[in-house]
């Protein structure tokens, strides 16, 4: 698994390739999102375009990567989502936890709309 980071103004763009199957790898993603935190960047789209499967140790993670950010007012958002993993959000109903965007485009104007609220 390979993670890029774009910023673009106040949201940080991930953009992961592979597979989110557990192991050390797939920690490294929660780190990565703790690390932009700690950086003050709390509003994260993760763009799945890449992502060829995921099994429950990568939904863990995306979980727990959620909740980090959830707990430091921020917000997490899934761009791109592949048919498999999609149906896989279905299956285990985590698609009524993540807000899920069909570009990263998409993903990155609905912070600016809950902004204005």
Not at 37 to 54: G, Q, T
Not at 92 to 102: G, H, N, R, V
Request: aromatic letters at 4%.
């Amino acid at each position: 698994m390979k993670i890029k980071e774009k910023i673009e103004g106040d949201v940080a763009i991930l953009e992961i390739s592979g597979k989110l199957m557990g192991g050390p790898e797939t920690q490294q993603l929660h780190d990565h999102i703790k690390g932009l935190i700690a950086d003050n960047l709390n509003k994260v789209v993760i763009n799945l375009s890449k992502v060829k499967w995921m099994n429950s140790s990568g939904l863990g993670v995306l979980m727990a990567s959620y909740t980090t950010i959830k707990n430091k007012g921020g917000g997490l958002k899934l761009a791109n989502v592949t048919d498999k993993v999609n149906s896989l959000l279905m299956i285990t109903q985590l698609m009524t936890i993540f807000k899920t965007y069909d570009t990263v485009d998409r993903a990155m104007a609905s912070f600016k709309k809950e902004s204005k609220k």
